[in-house]
Nanobody, 117 residues
């Protein structure tokens, strides 16, 4: 059974730094495109950033210049970082893997991020 486990959420002050991690339980990770999504209360889940198997990344407009997505294939982990958190970044952040035809779209359980003073 494939598992995606997010960590790193919590309370962050506005303007503060945040680093989320998502570890995948299988070595197939290196062959999967990965992404971070988020869902704020009362809103739909939205894409934050995605990263291809060879490390190319793309970002939602709101994330450009503030968030950085990266991956470490040896650790089977992706990361999402920001050094300028905003109150509107408050949401549950989810890790997603494109597991192809065999595994389909895979999700982690989510990690809560609250940006507040």
């Amino acid at each position: 059974q494939v598992q995606l486990v997010e960590s790193g959420g919590g309370l962050v002050q506005p303007g503060g730094s945040l680093r989320l991690s998502c570890e995948v339980s299988v070595t197939l990770f290196s062959a999967w495109p990965m992404a971070w999504y988020r869902q704020a209360p009362g809103k739909q889940r939205e894409l934050v950033a995605a990263i291809s198997t060879d490390g190319r990344s793309n970002y939602a407009d709101f994330a450009k210049g503030r968030f950085t997505i990266s991956r470490d294939n040896f650790k089977r982990t992706i990361y999402l970082q920001t050094t300028s958190a905003k109150v509107e970044d408050t949401a549950v952040y989810f890790c997603n893997a494109d597991g192809g035809r065999t595994f389909g779209s895979l999700w982690g359980q989510g990690t809560q991020v609250t940006v507040s003073s």
